[in-house]
């Protein structure tokens, strides 16, 4: 039996205390486990079977033959009853290796207070280095700066975007890298973060579904020059202006809630860290957003659904430069096509104008400009074309 450090001495703990027994075991032997928790739980028993993840990894299907998890609470107050029970519990599943039955795991145990639920997440929320230079502080942490460090002070409160999850460190991960090679325009990741901040570059960069607004203020310590995020959820605005005061960057930033077209582009640079559906139904949007030649950093991609991602860039002008991976999830950087207006403009083929009052920016003059390969520049110029020669009629061939 693996237990936790009891929080109290003399005692599991106090008044509202609750001792938690859980084992992980074969399907076939949830029933069996189940029982045993029983005798002693007058609350009931909870089961949690395996599960995979679907629908782009925002939703879970039951895995039958995945092992489960059976968990069973008992009150703690009576530290001596709460350990005798837990020692009855231990060696009956000791017993059941006798039936034949399946892996039953070792029985877990830990102690749980009544505090206040609503805060008691912060306990697992620590601080996170994110790449070389990126330092995600939640504001109830401290943390003894290195040299170098790019520190984000963050709250995320109820808005999604604390750099715990795969999705948001890449994308953190990739405007890293952006600073390194100076798309930014403040200098290397980290270079230019001492006691004035960073100096302000002239990129601009756009924050779609920013959430708690991490991914722009990253940007912005970095040295990034005007910072837009756009989000549907009004508490994620509220959040991102709120954390942009806090790290110092709120005269860059601007955020209101909407999402595509801004009606502020172009841009330099997008950060899009949504669903793969939402990035393929916006994937001509956000190519109009960027200026020609700017990159857009993509994430939130579930790996099933990567191929349709980088179709609909493509079929946008999106050209994919770099992908990057963690676990499940994906993140691709792109850039818009050198020549996108000549290519891409109107309406996409199978989706509708915008009825939004506001417009996508026309693109900028593209006369005498590169394609991003690096091929020879082509001139923009219309030429007329050749008048047609007059040749005589010759007869259908036969056979």
């Known amino acids: 039996m693996t237990a936790g450090p009891d929080p109290a001495p003399g005692g599991l703990a106090g008044d509202g205390a609750w001792l938690e027994l859980a084992v992980t075991c074969d399907p076939e ?14 609350g ?16 879970a299907a039951i895995d039958p033959v995945a092992p489960a998890t059976v968990r069973a609470y008992l009150p703690a107050r009576d530290a001596g009853a709460a350990r005798r029970a837990a020692g009855d519990v231990e060696r009956a599943l000791g017993h059941l290796g006798a039936f034949g039955l399946r892996e039953i795991g070792e029985l877990r ?29 939640p504001t109830w942490r401290r943390h003894r700066r290195q040299p170098g460090d790019v520190v984000i002070a963050m709250d ?9 999850h795969p999705s948001t460190r890449l994308c953190l991960a990739g405007i890293e890298r952006w600073a390194d090679e100076g798309l930014l325009g403040g200098g290397p990741a980290g270079a230019a973060n001492g006691p004035a901040g960073a100096p302000r570059g002239t990129a601009r960069l756009l924050d779609v579904g920013c959430g708690s607004g991490v991914l722009a203020i ?36 601007r955020a209101w809630r909407g999402s595509l077209p801004s009606g502020a582009g172009p841009f330099d640079l997008v950060a899009a860290n949504l669903i793969a559906s939402v990035l393929v139904d916006l994937a ?7 200026r020609p030649g700017g990159r857009l950093l993509a994430s939130g991609i579930f ?62 003059a593209t006369s005498g400009l590169s394609e991003p390969t690096g091929t020879i520049p082509k001139t923009t110029a219309r030429i007329p074309p050749p008048t047609p020669r007059t040749r005589p009629k010759r007869s259908p061939r036969t056979g």
Do not use: C
Not at 113 to 136: C, F, M, N, P
Not at 312 to 332: I, K, M, Q, S, T
């Open 44 to 59: 009931g028993v909870s089961v949690e079977p395996g599960f995979t993840l679907v629908d782009e990894g925002l939703g």
């Open 303 to 364: 790996v099933d659904r990567e191929a349709d991602v980088q179709a609909a860039f493509a079929g946008a002008g999106l050209r994919v430069l770099r992908r990057e991976a963690e676990g499940d999830w994906v993140a691709l950087e792109a850039q818009r096509s050198e020549r996108w207006a000549e290519r891409y403009a109107g309406p996409p083929i199978g989706r509708r104008p915008s009825t939004s009052p506001m417009t996508p920016p026309a693109p900028r």
């Open 109 to 137: 145990t830990r102690v749980l207070d009544e505090s206040d639920w609503a805060t008691a997440w912060k306990r697992h929320v620590g601080v996170l280095r994110i790449g070389r230079a990126i330092v995600i502080r």
């Open 284 to 290: 001509a949007d956000l190519a109009a957003e960027l």
């Open 218 to 253: 990253a940007a912005g310590l970095l040295g990034a020059g005007a910072l837009v995020g756009v989000d549907t959820d009004p508490i994620a605005v509220e959040a991102t202006l709120a954390n942009a005061r806090r790290n110092r960057v709120a005269r860059r930033l």
């Open 156 to 164: 995320p409160g109820m808005a999604f975007g604390t750099g715990l």
């Open 29 to 42: 032997a949830v029933e069996a486990v189940s029982e045993i928790f029983a005798r002693v739980a007058p």
